[in-house]
Structures are given as C-alpha cells and as structure tokens.
C-alpha cells in the first residue's frame, strides 16, 4: 500500500463534538410505506414521525441540544414578569446584533404577526427577496402585496453565484420610486434565503439595500432565521472578510438593519423560541400591544424561562465557526455526493438544505402535476426518507385570480436537522435518490388536489394519485 502520511496541520475535518444521548428510529417496508402515504392523502406533512426514516421535511426546531444548553434549561426563571432569564436574553440578542429592544416570541412567525400587526395595512408593498411563505402569508393575510425584487441569476439552478439571495437593486429602485413611501411600510432581507436554497446575502448587498431605504426613509428588517450560516458564507466567499470573526460580521451585518424577526427553531439552537429585536422604542411599544394580545407579557412573549435561557445559550454557540463549519460541511457533502451522481441541485449548495430542481430531475411530470410533490413521494416510498415540496404547492394561488402560482423553479428540500443525522445518513439518503434518478423517465405522472386551504394549503392539502 502507498501510504503517505500528510502534516498534522492537514489532517481531515471532523465534527468538534460527541454524542451523548441517542434516540431509535425505525426501518419500515416499501409496503407498509405505499400504504401510509396513500393514507396520508400523498401530503407528507400527514406522516407520523415514526413512519419516516429519515427525516429532512424541516430543519426548524428539530436540533439537537448541546450539553451546556440542557444545562440552562434547568436554572431558567419561570417569573410571569421580569424574568431573569429574559435579561439573560436580552442581553445576549444585544450583544450579538446591537438591538436594544428584544420582544420574545413563541417562534418566528409569532413575530411576524406582531411585528406586521403594527407594520402592515391593506394596500401596501412589502419588496424583499424570495420570501418565506409564513412571511409572504402574514403579508397577504392584511391585503398587503410582498414584491420579490431578487436577482435574477437566482433562478437559474446551474449558475454558481456565491450570493443568490442578493437583493436586484434595479427591481428595488423601481419599487421604491413607483409607491409612494405611506404604502411601504418597510423592505424585508431574508437571511439566508430559505425558499431559494438556502442562499446568503453578501455583505455588499446588505449595504446597498440600506442606502436606499435611507434615500426613500424606508425601514430595513431583516428575517433573520439564518442568520449565523449567512455569516459564515460571507466570512468564506466574500473578499475581504476571512479574518473577521463571526460575530464581528454579524454585528456589521445588522447595523444596516432597524430590526429583525427572528425564529429560535433555526439559527437559535432551540425547538421551539423566537424574538423581535428592533432600534426603535416607539416601535417597540407599538409591538408591546399585540405581544401581550397575542403571545404574553413582554418578557416572555410565548416562551418559558428555561427555552429563553437554552436560546440564550444557543445564539452563543451558533455564532462560532467551529459550529458553522460542522454544519455547513455536512449539507456540502449531501449536496456535493447528489452532484456526483448528475441529480441537478440549486448551485452553489446553501446553508441548511439540498434543494433538488425537480423538473429537472422528473422531465416527464407535467407542471400541472406537481412535479415537486412527485419526487417528494417518490423518495418517501423508496427509502423512508421524508423531504419537503418547496414548488407550487407551497407559492399558493394568486390571490386575486385564484390561480396556481408556478414558481421558476420548483424544489424538493432536503433539510438537514442541526448535530442530529451522520454522514452515513446523508449518503443512505443520496443512494436512494440516485436509484429514483436511474428510472427517472418512467415516472410520468403526479397528483390532482381533492381538498385545499385558502392560504398556506401545503401544510394539510389532500391529494390523490393521477394514473392513465
Ligand atoms: C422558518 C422561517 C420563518 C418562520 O419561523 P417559524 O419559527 O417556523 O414560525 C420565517 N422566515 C424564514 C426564512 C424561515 O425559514
């Protein structure tokens, strides 16, 4: 055998952590599969968990706890006001963005609710980039209008831009001059960018984008749900940026903002938690009302003494570079294993999911067919592995016409849970994709819908299986 040993400099990459508690799941048949999704009306958000091998429908809230923040669970303060631990909170949410005032929140799209209860009325434009559909929901849901102003290059799955959830200036400016500044309550920057691929936005960007919100006197909030791998993608692929620490970036990153909603179930290391974070008082006060109607008193918001510490602690832990690169690299070696193999992918691969591009991978589905939902079953019923339709499903109809909305590009999510699965998991995963890609051409038919809701119909929608 050559064997030639490398520098200890060179040594391999391997997690900077250990495992301490391990929980069973379990291998089902392909019959037993067939059947459950049949019951489930092939919407695989009816599944129980225990049905599923594999699970990467989400990772929102399905992390695991590190020792130290199990450890803060247990001296959490349980006082309905003025919490010690809401002031441990506050002042980890401050230190880490600048913001001085912090309403918590039982996760993200809590905040959201309150955030545009104060922000959003009937007529307005929100533009922003790709938004997420809990954020575009809460827009629609008060007659607002949510303009997508992204860049361009982000639709197209094989260009390899480092920044696809860049915001188009161009797009933005024309929003900006074409409603007068009454209707604009604010721009929304979606950090990274969940619906397109867990794409980053460049420091640049983010720079750009608040000079002209200033020019117009525009707020700049930013969906923060991943907040920490956007960092760690402009520390890695910005120019000027590799020596700067996390945290430093972070802090450079939202002093071009005036507030952030923020859900704890991602970048907080939590499975349940959220915040709003924002500069101004009158603001904050404004937010106050609807926190108490809505979520709690303002110092614990819809979260308990112990989750608030564990956030606390989680916020820490996930704005070092030792956990980003842990993290990052174990969706880079999903995706880049995918590649290998021809399976086409939102290029470059982001920060927290695989995001197959189903009408590539299925050229035989019909649109009309949910070409997504497809490959979503399709893997199901082949491995037990559970991933999720980010295509016409989930972009609902259009409000006004009642007609599905096509997106440009229709996804099947891999998302991959913070410190849960190895990579052995991850490569179970690629060889049952690589068995459905093989007899690809076969698969020419999808789903009709028997039963939908008005809004966010991905989440309970019936469907049922088209055979001619
Ligand atoms: C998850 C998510 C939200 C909503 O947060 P929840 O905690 O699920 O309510 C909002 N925006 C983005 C980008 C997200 O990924």
Wanted: a neutral charge; aromatic letters at 12%.
């Amino acid at each position: 055998m050559n064997y030639v040993s490398c520098k200890s400099s060179e040594l391999p990459f391997a997690e900077n952590y250990k495992i301490k508690m391990v929980q069973r799941i379990y291998r089902s048949t392909r019959q037993q599969r067939q059947k459950w999704v049949e019951e489930a009306h092939y919407n695989l958000f009816n599944l129980r968990s225990d049905q599923v091998f594999i699970d990467l429908l989400t990772d929102s809230g399905t992390g695991s706890m590190s020792d130290t923040q199990w450890a803060a669970m247990m001296i959490g303060d349980e006082s309905y006001a003025g919490s010690d631990s809401y002031h441990v909170l506050h002042q980890v949410v401050s230190n880490i963005f600048g913001f001085d005032y912090v309403l918590p929140t039982h996760q993200g799209r809590a905040a959201e609710n309150v955030l545009f209860s104060v922000l959003v009325k009937s007529g307005d434009f929100v533009p922003g980039n790709s938004f997420f559909d809990t954020t575009r929901g809460h827009i629609e849901y008060r007659n607002g209008k949510a303009v997508d102003c992204t860049i361009s290059e982000a639709f197209n799955t094989t260009i390899e831009h480092p920044f696809k959830g860049n915001i188009d200036l161009k797009k933005l400016e024309t929003v900006m001059s074409m409603y007068s500044k009454k209707h604009i309550p604010m721009i929304i920057v979606t950090i990274t960018c969940n619906t397109l691929g867990g794409q980053p936005v460049s420091m640049e960007n983010l720079r750009e984008v608040k000079k002209v919100a200033e020019k117009y006197g525009v707020r700049v909030i930013y969906d923060s749900c991943r907040f920490a791998e956007n960092a760690y993608f402009i520390k890695t692929r910005e120019d000027g940026y590799r020596d700067v620490t996390i945290r430093e970036i972070v802090r450079e990153m939202f002093s071009y903002a005036d507030g952030m909603t923020m859900s704890g179930k991602k970048d907080g290391l939590v499975n349940i938690g959220g915040f709003i974070a924002l500069r101004e008082k009158s603001l904050f006060d404004e937010c106050s009302y609807f926190i108490i109607m809505f979520e709690g008193f303002t110092t614990y918001g819809g979260m308990s003494g112990r989750d608030m510490n564990a956030m606390a602690v989680g916020l820490e832990e996930v704005t070092t570079f030792e956990y980003l690169e842990n993290r990052i690299k174990q969706v880079a070696f999903l995706g880049k294993k995918l590649q290998d193999y021809g399976i086409p992918l939102q290029l470059p691969i982001g920060g927290h999911a695989v995001y197959i591009d189903a009408k590539r991978f299925l050229p035989n589905v019909p649109k009309e067919e949910y070409v997504a939902q497809t490959l979503g079953v399709e893997l199901y019923v082949e491995a037990g592995v559970r991933g999720v339709e980010v295509g016409t499903l989930m972009a609902d109809r259009d409000p006004e016409t009642k007609e599905n909305r096509y997106p440009e590009v229709e996804f099947l999510r891999l998302a991959v849970p913070r410190r849960v699965y190895t990579n052995d998991h991850m490569h179970y995963v690629v060889i049952a994709l690589k068995n459905i890609f093989h007899r690809r051409r076969e698969i020419i038919h999808g789903f009709s819908i028997v039963k939908e809701a008005p809004i966010l119909r991905h989440f309970t929608i019936q469907l049922e299986k088209i055979s001619r």
